[in-house]
């Protein structure tokens, strides 16, 4: 099999998908990264946000700013760089002025989790709570840069990534995003793209029996050269992969995790989530084919990251976070063999 190591494609993962916070520990999870091959890990806020509690004596702020350090001395001692500390979540089209107000303090807050955990990036999903929110793209662009010129004034400066989850409120794809991030136009915004939620809106269909939509094939060849020739490739800040199960029956009232308060996409989400290319785990999306599309036809070159959410994650196993981890990096080579990543020059499609 081909290395693992592309280099025009350096990989990482979720620290949330090696294991859930209330499970499972910093160390462990690093570690486990660490020793599968990764190059990288995003950093999910639960993570330090658990870990922060053993610093009791202190006060709430020092104690996350503490556990984000040790955070960055875990990856330094791992030789792993931190790409993203993310969610920020619901942040964009609220109504409230308190909220959004409350909202501004928590990202100068993030500001300096950011900073002590040594990455310039944050995540910032669309907003999934209809109820108190705007889709008006006006409001969203000054929301978004409101934070982002916030950010410009730090040292460094902190980039911001707008990711259109598949079922947010006003924003769930990517033509969605981008028409934010293009109208916006500040040079520390740019998109996350992920094939989970890209998939979710133009190829599968989670309330079918089939999983798939009518015309799925079209539909999402459409959304690849749309991408390719609509989207510049530096305005792509992060790249996630994962795949996701074929259930057994559409997910609608009649199914056990149904619930009328999340959407499908949602609960299909954050209970099947797997590496893409594990078939042997009913993986059934095209995700090689989003990948290629995304390396040959538009030229991406960079960072990508493994995102992966699955109920086992909460599955207190001391072996969970080397099992994902060792399963990600199984995927990986995989994906580096198939598609000949590990052969690709560093020249990117010029826009």
Not at 240 to 267: C, G, T, V
Not at 312 to 339: H, Y
Request: aromatic residues 10%.
């Amino acid at each position: 099999m081909a290395s693992a190591i592309a280099p025009q494609f350096p990989i990482s993962i979720a620290s949330l998908s090696l294991g859930r916070a209330s499970h499972h520990d910093l160390a462990e999870k690093i570690h486990a990264a660490s020793a599968a091959g990764f190059q990288g890990v995003e950093l999910f806020y639960e993570d330090i946000e658990l870990h922060a509690k053993q610093y009791n004596d202190s006060s709430f702020e020092e104690s996350i700013l503490k556990s984000a350090k040790d955070f960055k001395d875990l990856c330094d001692e791992c030789n792993l760089k931190v790409l993203v500390l993310q969610p920020f979540m619901n942040y964009d089209g609220l109504l409230d002025p308190l909220e959004h107000a409350q909202q501004i303090v928590k990202i100068k807050l993030w500001f300096k989790i950011a900073k002590a955990a040594g990455t310039d990036l944050i995540l910032v999903p669309s907003n999934f709570f209809s109820e108190g929110t705007t889709g008006d793209d006006d409001q969203i662009v000054e929301d978004l840069l409101e934070i982002v010129e916030l950010g410009e004034k730090e040292s460094p400066q902190v980039r911001f990534a707008y990711e259109a989850i598949s079922w947010g409120a006003h924003k769930n794809t990517w033509q969605q995003s981008w028409k934010i991030v293009k109208k916006a136009n500040h040079p520390n915004l740019g998109l996350c793209l992920d094939t989970f939620h890209i998939v979710a809106r133009t190829w599968a269909d989670v309330t079918r029996e089939s999983g798939v939509r009518p015309n799925a094939s079209k539909l999402l060849a459409a959304d690849l050269k749309e991408c390719a020739a609509e989207v510049p490739v530096d305005k792509v800040f992060l790249v996630q992969l994962s795949d996701a199960e074929r259930l057994l029956k559409p997910l609608d009232a009649a199914h056990e995790w149904y619930n009328p308060d999340f959407p499908p996409n949602m609960i299909w989400s954050r209970n099947t989530r797997v590496f893409p290319y594990e078939t042997d785990r009913n993986a059934y999306l095209p995700i090689e084919k989003i990948v290629r599309s995304w390396v040959y036809d538009w030229g991406y070159r960079g960072w990508m990251s493994y995102e992966v959410y699955h109920r086992d994650l909460f599955d207190p196993s001391p072996s969970i976070p080397q099992d994902f981890a060792e399963r990600g990096m199984k995927s990986w080579e995989i994906m580096v063999q198939r598609l000949d990543l590990d052969n690709i020059g560093s020249e990117m499609r010029q826009s």
